[in-house]
Antibody, heavy 118, light 110 residues
Framework: EVQLVQSGGDLVQSGGSLRLSCIAS????????MTWVRQAPGKGLEFVTK????????HYMDSVKGRFTVSRDNARNSLYLQMNNLRVDDTAVYYC???????????WGQGTMVTVSS | DVVMTQSPLSLPVTPGQPASISCRSS???????????LHWFQQRPGQSPRRLIY???NRDSGVPDRFSGSGSGTDFTLKISRVEAEDIGVYYC????????FGQGTKVEI
């Protein structure tokens, strides 16, 4: 079964750090772009970051540039999101997702909640 | 960034009746390779999003054939031919030709 299992969400204070993890199974992880998408409470979806198959290419939404870092370990079928200097407006459910190309994300993790308090 | 505008934002529906959601982009989302990377997602209450349609009109495996996508250039539509109770949720369009951007979402409710 194709699956993405996430972990790492928590309550953290403004200015703090958190690392999210996403473990893939059921497909050849190293063949795919991978993304992080977030959803603030009661709001819509927005792309946070995406990385290419070997991790050499990364793109970020403007508001997280310099604070968030996406990485992957293809040997461990794992995707990570290191979030530093967190702000209250980073509060959201974060989803990892598989991207077969041009953001047509076709497999989603279960989501993990990140709450940033002031 | 390309702005995606959906309408309506709220769509009351009646089971067995058709429903339609519009998605318009602020600029053409036809990629230089000639393809249009416009996708549709469904998010049921309390669940992760699920892709329904990719590249305007290609229905995903397991998606009922009452769902269809159409459109070109900057104007796209998701249609449900006969709404069923399980279709309630929020529907999003997404353009992938540039930095990916979602529409605001359309809440379908009975």
């Amino acid at each position: 079964e194709v699956q993405l299992v996430q972990s790492g969400g928590d309550l953290v204070q403004s200015g703090g750090s958190l690392r999210l993890s996403c473990i893939a199974s059921g497909f050849t992880f190293s063949n795919y772009w991978m993304t992080w998408v977030r959803q603030a409470p009661g709001k819509g979806l927005e792309f946070v970051t995406k990385t290419n198959q070997d991790g050499s290419g990364k793109h970020y939404m403007d508001s997280v540039k310099g604070r968030f870092t996406v990485s992957r370990d293809n040997a461990r079928n794992s995707l990570y999101l290191q979030m530093n200097n967190l702000r209250v407006d980073d509060t959201a459910v974060y989803y990892c997702a598989r991207d077969p190309g041009f953001s047509a994300v076709d497999v989603w993790g279960q989501g993990t909640m990140v709450t940033v308090s002031s | 960034d390309v702005v995606m505008t959906q309408s309506p934002l709220s769509l009351p529906v009646t089971p067995g009746q058709p429903a339609s959601i519009s998605c318009r982009s602020s600029q053409s989302i036809v990629h230089s390779d000639g393809s249009t990377y416009l996708h549709w997602f469904q998010q049921r209450p309390g669940q992760s999003p699920r892709r329904l349609i990719y590249k305007v009109s290609n229905r995903d495996s397991g998606v009922p054939d009452r769902f269809s996508g159409s459109g070109s250039g900057t104007d796209f539509t998701l249609k449900i031919s006969r709404v069923e109770a399980e279709d309630i949720g929020v529907y999003y369009c997404l353009q992938g030709a540039n930095w990916p951007t979602f529409g605001q979402g359309t809440k379908v409710e009975i």
